[in-house]
């Protein structure tokens, strides 16, 4: 603390002596040093931890928030998800249906979301994308048909087994 108290002094003293203002770098050296510091300093650990539910309609909006989210509903009958400056995974490989057709609606915005699916889904995937993707790596098997319509704005969809 005294260095840098003693640093401050010494400017002061520069300062006066040859009217060269030294403030003007010191605060931009300032802001960018808080900047690498918020890029390369300590980073945040997130948990890992799935949630598990139950739930036989999905309805979930995600803010800012990461999710690892596995789905164990006895009759799955579809649902929303809104990803906004998020991203993580939704497990349905363990859920059944009665349906034969389920009907899902995806939006991500500055975001992704990795929906993996059971085997025994078809998916019919309808999206639009505006500087993002989605891919669609799911084996094209089984009786029950998951329609999944959705938008990814600079975001992303993956669909998988």
Known sequence: MKVILGLFLILIG??????????????????IY????MIFG????????KTLSHEDVLNEVFVFSPINKAVESGNFKGGDVVMIFSGGQIDLSQAKTSSKVIDMEIATIFGGIKLIIPKEWKVNFQGVSIIGGSTN???AEGDVILNIKGVTIMGGVEISN
Not at 43 to 49: F, G, H, L, T, V
Request: charged share 20%.
């Open 42 to 49: 300590k980073k945040q650990e997130y948990r890992n931890d």
């Open 137 to 139: 790596n799911s084996a």
């Open 14 to 31: 520069i300062n006066i002596l040859t009217g060269i203002s030294f403030f003007n770098y010191i605060f931009a050296a300032l802001i």
């Open 34 to 37: 808080i900047g690498v510091r």
